[in-house]
Antibody
């Protein structure tokens, strides 16, 4: 059974930094691209970042590029998101998701329960 | 690529048929997925490639469309189907989700 378990969320001051993690199990982690998707309280879903299976390729939404860094440690089956220069707009539940590739489409087949990041003074 | 869902909410009764539409700002072939999300839970993939049913998803859910216009249909709505549904374009960066459609009990 696929399991994704996020951790590391919490309260951080504006301008601060935080690293969230996602521990994966139940599948061959290095075979799958992984993504972070966030959801501000009471709002919709927003894709944040994707990393390829071997970590060589990374992609970001414009609002976080240059501030956030996605990475992975395939030896530990763990995905990371390092978040710097955080602002109130970054307040959200951060989900990690396993990407499923089908006919050139990329879908999120498994999700963690999410970790809440709150940016506030 | 923007994806626009409609309606933003719909009230329906158990047994009803519900249709949700998603329109992409440019053609995306069939690179579209549909997700269901219940309060306090992560999203769940229902449909991929516009019309392929994800394993384990009841057959009352179906998807159709290609290019710019897509539809998610729920036949014979069940109590467990009251949730928020999102479409997602699946081939272009940035990946984009629709704004969501909340299916509420009438």
């Amino acid at each position: 059974e696929v399991q994704l378990l996020e951790s590391g969320g919490g309260l951080v001051q504006p301008g601060g930094s935080l690293r969230v993690s996602c521990a994966a199990s139940g599948f061959t982690f290095s075979n799958y691209a992984m993504a972070w998707v966030r959801q501000p309280p009471g709002k919709g879903l927003e894709w944040v970042s994707t990393i390829s299976g071997n970590g060589d390729e990374t992609y970001y939404t414009d609002s976080v590029r240059g501030r956030f860094t996605i990475s992975r440690d395939n030896s530990k089956n763990t995905l990371y998101l390092q978040m710097n220069s955080l602002g109130a707009d970054d307040t959200a539940v951060y989900f990690c998701a396993q990407q499923y590739y089908y006919d050139s489409g990329k879908y999120y087949i498994s999700w963690g329960q999410g970790t809440l990041v709150t940016v506030s003074s | 690529i923007q994806v626009t869902q409609s309606p933003s909410s719909v009230s329906a009764s158990v047994g009803d048929r519900v249709t949700i539409t998603c329109r992409a700002s440019q053609g995306i072939s069939t690179w579209l997925g549909w997700y269901q999300q219940k309060p306090g839970k992560p999203p769940k993939l229902l449909i991929y490639a516009a019309s392929s049913l994800q394993s384990g998803v009841p057959s009352r859910f179906s998807g159709s469309g290609s290019g710019t216009d897509f539809t998610l249909t729920i036949n014979s709505l069940q109590p467990e189907d009251f949730a928020t549904y999102y479409c997602q374009q699946a081939n272009h960066f940035p990946r984009t989700f629709g704004q969501g459609t909340k299916v509420e009990i009438k």
